[in-house]
């Protein structure tokens, strides 16, 4: 072999690895370009399936919430208290602003409130025309300034303590038989009889019925509340007035009609 074919051959060889190098290094670089797509589709593939997941989890949370306050808000509905039914018969007296008492015989008196939405009738006494058949649909005020005149003679129906209904029964004077709706000042004994009504009797012993209401002034000089040892009296509560009346005793009552104004013990 001449030295000049040895170089040659030496020249091809080095091409030959220069090249193995150049292929290599491409391949390798192919792999590691496939590697970090792979990566990062499953990077991508993984974050999006945490994204609906913690989508999900959050649309259940806030499903769970609203079915949570949907109860509550039930719960809440059911609680409300208070008497419900229908006094047939009865008559309606006026106690305080929005507040009344229906007094059916046999029936233990109930008091009620007047709300926005209270359907109230009348037949000639709360309002309309006593000379016509039926009632007539009346206003919140017609129904307060008539009761302050003395009861009315009405059915009462009521939700939880709320009349829904109060409707005038035609026909019947206002006032019949209840001795209620007068004013004047008694002196004698007081009696209970229902939550918010008492009776005072007079010196001939003829019992008048009269009711409290919210603003009503009782004053004690010891039996209702108070000292019987100091001179004067001294005010009371409603609730103490009725504890004491249930064991009796003796008052000044002022009437308006039929409503307590102020009731002043005795001393």
């Given at each position: 072999m001449s030295e000049g074919t040895f170089v040659m051959n030496r020249h091809l060889r080095k091409a030959v690895v220069v090249t193995a190098a150049i292929t290599a290094g491409l391949l390798m670089t192919a792999c590691q370009n496939d590697s970090t797509s792979t990566d990062s589709s499953s990077s991508t593939s993984s974050s999006k399936s945490r994204s609906q997941s913690d989508s999900s989890g959050t649309s259940s949370d806030s499903s769970s919430g609203k079915e949570g306050s949907a109860a509550v808000a039930n719960n809440a509905s059911s609680s409300k208290s208070g008497v419900s039914g229908t006094f047939e018969n009865g008559t309606v007296a006026y106690l305080a602003p929005g507040k009344y008492i229906v007094t059916v015989p046999g029936?233990?008196?109930?008091?009620?409130?007047?709300?926005?939405?209270?359907?109230?009738?009348?037949?000639?006494?709360?309002?309309?025309?006593?000379?016509?058949?039926?009632?007539?649909?009346?206003?919140q005020d017609e129904l307060e300034a008539a009761t302050?005149?003395?009861?009315?003679?009405?059915?009462?129906?009521?939700k939880n303590g709320i009349a829904t209904a109060v409707t005038e029964r035609p026909g019947t004077e206002q006032g019949s038989g209840s001795g209620k709706g007068v004013s004047g000042t008694w002196l004698g004994e007081v009696k209970y009889?229902?939550?918010?009504?008492?009776?005072?009797?007079?010196?001939?012993?003829?019992?008048?019925?009269?009711?409290?209401a919210d603003d009503t002034l009782v004053y004690g000089a010891?039996?209702?509340?108070g000292d019987p040892q100091l001179t004067g009296t001294q005010r009371c509560s409603l609730d103490e007035l009725?504890?004491?009346?249930?064991?009796?005793?003796?008052?000044e009552v002022e009437l308006t009609d039929g409503i307590a104004t102020t009731i002043i013990e005795d001393h």
């Open positions: 029936r233990t008196d109930q008091q009620f409130f007047v709300a926005d939405d209270t359907l109230v009738y009348g037949a000639g006494t709360i309002c309309g025309d006593p000379q016509l058949t039926g009632t007539q649909r009346c206003s302050k005149n003395g009861d009315v003679p009405a059915d009462v129906t009521m009889l229902a939550p918010g009504k008492f009776t005072v009797s007079d010196m001939k012993g003829t019992e008048q019925q009269f009711f409290v010891g039996t209702i509340c009725e504890a004491a009346a249930q064991k009796g005793l003796t008052a």
